[in-house]
Protein backbone atom coordinates (compact mmCIF):
# COMPACT_ATOMS: atom_id res chain seq x y z
CA UNK A 1 0.00 0.00 0.00
CA UNK A 2 0.82 3.58 -0.62
CA UNK A 3 0.36 4.57 2.80
CA UNK A 4 0.56 2.86 6.12
CA UNK A 5 -2.25 2.42 8.26
CA UNK A 6 -0.74 4.15 10.98
CA UNK A 7 0.31 7.34 8.50
CA UNK A 8 -3.35 7.09 7.28
CA UNK A 9 -4.80 7.40 10.99
CA UNK A 10 -2.79 10.48 10.97
CA UNK A 11 -3.80 11.94 7.86
CA UNK A 12 -7.73 10.98 8.83
CA UNK A 13 -7.51 12.72 12.37
CA UNK A 14 -5.62 15.63 10.15
CA UNK A 15 -8.27 16.11 7.84
CA UNK A 16 -10.85 15.78 10.94
CA UNK A 17 -9.15 18.36 13.03
CA UNK A 18 -9.02 20.87 10.25
CA UNK A 19 -12.31 20.31 8.19
CA UNK A 20 -13.74 22.10 11.55
CA UNK A 21 -11.53 25.12 11.49
CA UNK A 22 -12.98 28.05 9.12
CA UNK A 23 -10.99 29.94 6.89
CA UNK A 24 -9.67 33.54 7.54
CA UNK A 25 -11.11 35.47 5.78
CA UNK A 26 -14.71 33.52 6.19
CA UNK A 27 -14.08 33.96 10.30
CA UNK A 28 -12.79 37.53 10.16
CA UNK A 29 -16.46 38.77 8.05
CA UNK A 30 -18.21 37.11 10.77
CA UNK A 31 -16.17 38.74 13.61
CA UNK A 32 -16.15 41.74 12.10
CA UNK A 33 -20.16 42.14 11.45
CA UNK A 34 -20.51 40.42 15.60
CA UNK A 35 -18.15 43.55 16.78
CA UNK A 36 -20.44 46.32 14.52
CA UNK A 37 -23.08 44.65 16.28
CA UNK A 38 -21.32 44.26 19.79
CA UNK A 39 -20.83 48.20 19.52
CA UNK A 40 -24.36 49.18 20.12
CA UNK A 41 -24.45 47.43 23.63
CA UNK A 42 -25.12 49.78 26.52
CA UNK A 43 -21.75 50.89 28.37
CA UNK A 44 -18.93 49.25 25.67
CA UNK A 45 -16.39 51.25 25.65
CA UNK A 46 -13.77 48.94 23.40
CA UNK A 47 -14.09 45.62 21.32
CA UNK A 48 -11.64 43.65 19.87
CA UNK A 49 -10.89 39.89 18.52
CA UNK A 50 -8.79 37.72 20.41
CA UNK A 51 -7.21 34.36 19.35
CA UNK A 52 -5.88 32.97 16.04
CA UNK A 53 -8.31 35.50 14.14
CA UNK A 54 -5.99 38.23 15.85
CA UNK A 55 -2.91 36.04 14.97
CA UNK A 56 -4.09 35.86 11.23
CA UNK A 57 -3.84 32.17 11.37
CA UNK A 58 -5.02 30.44 8.01
CA UNK A 59 -7.46 28.68 9.55
CA UNK A 60 -9.38 29.61 12.44
CA UNK A 61 -11.04 27.17 15.27
CA UNK A 62 -13.29 29.47 16.96
CA UNK A 63 -14.11 33.31 17.23
CA UNK A 64 -12.69 35.02 20.20
CA UNK A 65 -13.48 38.37 21.24
CA UNK A 66 -12.68 40.62 24.04
CA UNK A 67 -15.27 43.35 25.43
CA UNK A 68 -14.60 46.08 27.82
CA UNK A 69 -16.93 49.28 29.56
CA UNK A 70 -19.24 49.46 31.99
CA UNK A 71 -21.89 47.16 31.64
CA UNK A 72 -21.15 43.36 31.14
CA UNK A 73 -24.88 42.15 31.55
CA UNK A 74 -25.92 44.08 28.56
CA UNK A 75 -22.64 43.18 26.76
CA UNK A 76 -23.80 39.30 27.44
CA UNK A 77 -27.46 40.33 26.71
CA UNK A 78 -26.47 41.67 23.32
CA UNK A 79 -24.38 38.70 22.53
CA UNK A 80 -26.67 35.59 22.96
CA UNK A 81 -29.83 37.99 21.20
CA UNK A 82 -27.34 38.18 18.06
CA UNK A 83 -29.81 37.43 15.53
CA UNK A 84 -26.92 35.23 13.56
CA UNK A 85 -27.10 32.93 16.65
CA UNK A 86 -28.11 29.20 15.67
CA UNK A 87 -27.40 27.91 19.41
CA UNK A 88 -26.36 29.48 23.17
CA UNK A 89 -23.64 27.32 24.42
CA UNK A 90 -23.54 29.18 28.13
CA UNK A 91 -24.63 32.74 29.15
CA UNK A 92 -22.46 33.81 32.20
CA UNK A 93 -22.11 36.88 34.21
CA UNK A 94 -18.54 37.49 32.30
CA UNK A 95 -18.49 35.20 29.25
CA UNK A 96 -20.73 33.53 26.82
CA UNK A 97 -20.43 30.99 24.24
CA UNK A 98 -22.96 30.49 21.28
CA UNK A 99 -22.43 28.28 17.81
CA UNK A 100 -23.56 30.94 14.98
CA UNK A 101 -25.37 30.41 12.28
CA UNK A 102 -22.18 29.25 10.27
CA UNK A 103 -21.23 26.55 12.46
CA UNK A 104 -18.38 28.66 13.69
CA UNK A 105 -18.36 28.81 17.82
CA UNK A 106 -17.82 32.22 19.26
CA UNK A 107 -17.12 33.50 22.80
CA UNK A 108 -17.34 36.71 24.27
CA UNK A 109 -15.47 37.85 27.64
CA UNK A 110 -16.39 40.87 29.36
CA UNK A 111 -12.94 42.96 31.50
CA UNK A 112 -12.82 45.46 33.85
CA UNK A 113 -10.55 48.55 31.94
CA UNK A 114 -7.42 48.30 34.15
CA UNK A 115 -7.41 44.37 33.16
CA UNK A 116 -8.47 44.22 29.86
CA UNK A 117 -5.06 44.64 28.16
CA UNK A 118 -3.87 41.73 30.19
CA UNK A 119 -6.95 39.80 28.70
CA UNK A 120 -6.36 40.55 25.24
CA UNK A 121 -2.55 39.77 25.53
CA UNK A 122 -3.67 36.53 27.51
CA UNK A 123 -6.38 35.48 24.91
CA UNK A 124 -3.85 36.62 21.70
CA UNK A 125 -0.77 34.64 22.12
CA UNK A 126 -0.13 30.99 21.31
CA UNK A 127 -0.31 28.44 24.29
CA UNK A 128 3.59 28.29 23.35
CA UNK A 129 3.93 31.64 23.59
CA UNK A 130 1.75 32.91 26.61
CA UNK A 131 3.96 30.02 28.32
CA UNK A 132 7.60 31.79 27.69
CA UNK A 133 5.49 34.87 28.67
CA UNK A 134 4.68 33.58 32.14
CA UNK A 135 8.26 32.12 32.72
CA UNK A 136 9.93 35.25 32.08
CA UNK A 137 7.10 36.89 34.94
CA UNK A 138 8.35 34.01 37.21
CA UNK A 139 11.64 34.65 36.99
CA UNK A 140 10.84 38.17 38.10
CA UNK A 141 8.94 37.13 40.85
CA UNK A 142 5.74 38.07 39.27
CA UNK A 143 2.46 36.05 38.63
CA UNK A 144 0.67 36.87 35.20
CA UNK A 145 -2.41 35.69 34.37
CA UNK A 146 -5.52 36.97 31.91
CA UNK A 147 -6.31 39.84 34.55
CA UNK A 148 -3.06 41.17 34.93
CA UNK A 149 0.67 41.14 36.24
CA UNK A 150 1.17 41.19 39.77
CA UNK A 151 3.82 41.43 42.27
CA UNK A 152 2.32 39.29 45.39
CA UNK A 153 -1.43 40.84 45.13
CA UNK A 154 -0.83 43.97 43.78
CA UNK A 155 -1.67 44.92 40.06
CA UNK A 156 1.47 46.35 38.08
CA UNK A 157 -0.18 45.93 34.63
CA UNK A 158 -2.89 45.15 32.58
CA UNK A 159 -4.88 48.17 31.54
CA UNK A 160 -2.86 47.61 28.38
CA UNK A 161 -0.73 45.25 26.27
CA UNK A 162 2.10 47.63 25.92
CA UNK A 163 2.00 47.57 29.45
CA UNK A 164 1.80 44.18 30.10
CA UNK A 165 5.07 43.52 27.74
CA UNK A 166 6.96 46.88 29.53
CA UNK A 167 6.94 45.68 33.14
CA UNK A 168 8.17 41.63 31.67
CA UNK A 169 10.82 44.24 30.12
CA UNK A 170 9.86 43.45 26.52
CA UNK A 171 8.92 45.74 23.70
CA UNK A 172 5.43 45.30 21.74
CA UNK A 173 4.99 42.26 20.21
CA UNK A 174 2.35 42.60 17.31
CA UNK A 175 -0.08 39.77 17.73
CA UNK A 176 0.82 38.07 14.10
CA UNK A 177 4.58 36.87 16.09
CA UNK A 178 2.80 35.26 19.06
CA UNK A 179 4.07 31.95 18.51
CA UNK A 180 7.19 31.30 20.58
CA UNK A 181 9.41 31.05 17.13
CA UNK A 182 12.29 33.11 18.32
CA UNK A 183 9.95 36.54 18.52
CA UNK A 184 10.69 36.60 22.50
CA UNK A 185 14.49 36.43 22.06
CA UNK A 186 14.62 38.56 19.13
CA UNK A 187 12.83 41.27 21.12
CA UNK A 188 15.17 41.01 24.40
CA UNK A 189 17.91 41.71 21.60
CA UNK A 190 16.03 44.78 19.57
CA UNK A 191 15.86 42.57 16.06
CA UNK A 192 11.86 42.42 16.32
CA UNK A 193 11.11 42.24 12.51
CA UNK A 194 8.97 44.94 10.33
CA UNK A 195 5.84 43.08 9.57
CA UNK A 196 4.71 44.11 5.90
CA UNK A 197 1.57 46.01 5.88
CA UNK A 198 -1.39 46.74 3.42
CA UNK A 199 0.72 50.22 2.54
CA UNK A 200 3.80 48.25 1.93
CA UNK A 201 1.90 46.66 -0.97
CA UNK A 202 3.66 48.35 -4.20
CA UNK A 203 1.28 46.03 -7.00
CA UNK A 204 -0.29 43.02 -8.36
CA UNK A 205 1.22 40.46 -10.94
CA UNK A 206 -2.20 38.23 -11.29
CA UNK A 207 -5.94 39.87 -11.93
CA UNK A 208 -8.08 38.83 -14.42
CA UNK A 209 -9.84 41.34 -16.22
CA UNK A 210 -13.77 40.69 -18.27
CA UNK A 211 -11.41 39.96 -21.04
CA UNK A 212 -10.74 36.57 -19.83
CA UNK A 213 -12.88 34.90 -16.95
CA UNK A 214 -12.77 38.23 -14.46
CA UNK A 215 -15.32 40.18 -13.84
CA UNK A 216 -14.27 44.29 -14.51
CA UNK A 217 -13.28 46.01 -17.25
CA UNK A 218 -9.20 46.93 -17.54
CA UNK A 219 -9.70 50.37 -17.04
CA UNK A 220 -11.59 50.04 -14.00
CA UNK A 221 -9.05 47.62 -12.58
CA UNK A 222 -6.22 49.96 -13.52
CA UNK A 223 -7.95 53.05 -11.36
CA UNK A 224 -8.71 50.92 -8.95
CA UNK A 225 -5.14 50.22 -8.57
CA UNK A 226 -4.13 54.08 -9.37
CA UNK A 227 -6.44 54.25 -5.91
CA UNK A 228 -4.85 52.18 -4.07
CA UNK A 229 -1.61 53.67 -4.51
CA UNK A 230 -0.31 50.93 -6.76
CA UNK A 231 2.70 51.48 -8.50
CA UNK A 232 2.08 48.91 -11.26
CA UNK A 233 -0.78 45.91 -12.44
CA UNK A 234 -0.67 42.62 -14.62
CA UNK A 235 -3.23 40.91 -16.17
CA UNK A 236 -3.44 37.48 -17.43
CA UNK A 237 -4.69 36.78 -20.69
CA UNK A 238 -5.56 33.61 -22.00
CA UNK A 239 -5.92 33.47 -25.80
CA UNK A 240 -9.16 31.87 -27.25
CA UNK A 241 -9.23 31.21 -30.86
CA UNK A 242 -12.57 32.52 -31.35
CA UNK A 243 -11.85 35.65 -29.70
CA UNK A 244 -9.22 38.26 -31.10
CA UNK A 245 -7.03 40.52 -29.10
Known amino acids: P ?4 AASDVYKRQFQEYSKRARLDVAKKQAEELIA ?43 V ?3 KVREVLSKGETKSSVVLESGIQADV ?8 GAGLQYFTGSKAHNIAVRTIAKQMGLKISEYGVFRGEKLVAGRTEEDVYKVLGLPYLPPEIREDRGEIQA ?34 MAE ?10 SLIHISEPTRPY
Not at 2 to 5: D, K, M, P, V
Not at 198 to 209: A, E, F, T, W, Y
Not at 224 to 233: D, E, P, S, T
Request: aromatic content about 10%; hydrophobic content about 35%; overall charge neutral.
Open 109 to 116: RFFEPKNF
Open 224 to 233: RAKNFGYQYL
Open 81 to 83: SYP
Open 187 to 220: AKQGKLPELIELKDVRGDLQVHSDWTDGRNPILE
Open 2 to 5: LYSS
Open 37 to 79: YLKEAKGVEKIEAAGSLRRRLETIGDIDILVTGKNAEAAMEKF
